[in-house]
């Protein structure tokens, strides 16, 4: 049954993101037009995930989430993020590796949206992010980014890196950090997605101009990984993740 679940589900994705991309690049030439078509997308998936496969999920903070645009830095377990926080949060652009670009309709769709596209690890990466970011945030869109640069396993930690911190300083915009355990539900890499609810927490925002870009970092690492362990272990997943931690250890 959870096999048949998932394949209904990507059957869906997969029919859903070739119709409506044409429509997709008529609305680009609207003002925010592509981004609402690409929201609408994501409401049927989201849809799909919880009344198909039955993967739900619990908010809190949603009273942190700020009235202005602002810098959404987020925990990254799996792909179920890229689609919740459009539905959480206002109309907002991802900093993502360019060569996603690549991928047919998927990729080009993320174009078209206006993500924020930069190649990571070389020299113009820095100027690539202050360039399309500071473009985005005058067309009034949030930004979201995952500090630590990569899909983590739950119960595990990255390195955060300072471009979210950066990014809050250059453009005047606070940070939002968020704590989630969509691993335990949606593993890496893998095809099947698991029935259950994923808990996601938002916390205060952080003052871009509340200290360094170092310091801003810390205080959105330390509220995030405090936040994880309260939520992590819930999952059918967990267990195996944590034994994979455990092996590679």
Not at 25 to 45: C, D, E, Q, S, Y
Not at 58 to 78: E, F, V, Y
Not at 234 to 239: D, F, L, Q
């Amino acid at each position: 049954m959870l096999l048949a679940r998932n394949l209904l589900y990507w059957l869906i994705l997969v029919v859903s993101l070739i119709t409506m991309f044409p429509f997709i690049l008529i609305t680009a030439l609207i003002p925010n037009g592509a981004h609402f078509v690409a929201r609408k997308w994501v409401g049927v998936l989201m849809w799909s995930l919880k009344h198909i496969v039955g993967l739900k999920y619990r908010l809190g903070g949603a009273d942190n989430i700020p009235a202005r645009p602002a810098i959404i830095c987020a925990k990254h377990q799996s792909g179920w993020e890229t689609l919740a926080l459009q539905e959480i949060f206002p109309p907002q652009v991802f900093v993502a590796k360019r060569e996603l670009f690549k991928i047919p309709f998927f990729g080009w769709g993320l174009k078209i949206v206006k993500t924020i596209g930069i190649e990571r690890g070389s020299a113009q990466a820095s100027t690539q992010l202050a360039k399309q970011g500071r473009a985005r945030r005058d067309e009034g869109y949030w930004i979201t980014i995952f500090p630590e640069g990569t899909r983590v396993a739950p119960g595990s930690r990255g390195r955060y890196k300072n471009g979210a911190a950066r990014m809050a300083k250059l453009f005047e915009m606070d940070i939002v950090p968020v704590a989630l355990n969509s691993g335990e539900f949606w593993p890496k890499d893998s095809f099947l997605k698991y029935p259950g609810t994923v808990d996601v927490v938002i916390g205060e925002p952080i003052p871009y101009d509340s200290g360094s870009e170092a310091e801003l970092m810390r205080r959105c690492e330390d509220w995030i990984e405090t936040q994880q362990q309260h939520i992590n272990g819930k999952g059918p997943m967990a267990a195996q993740s944590a034994a994979a931690d455990a092996s590679a250890g």
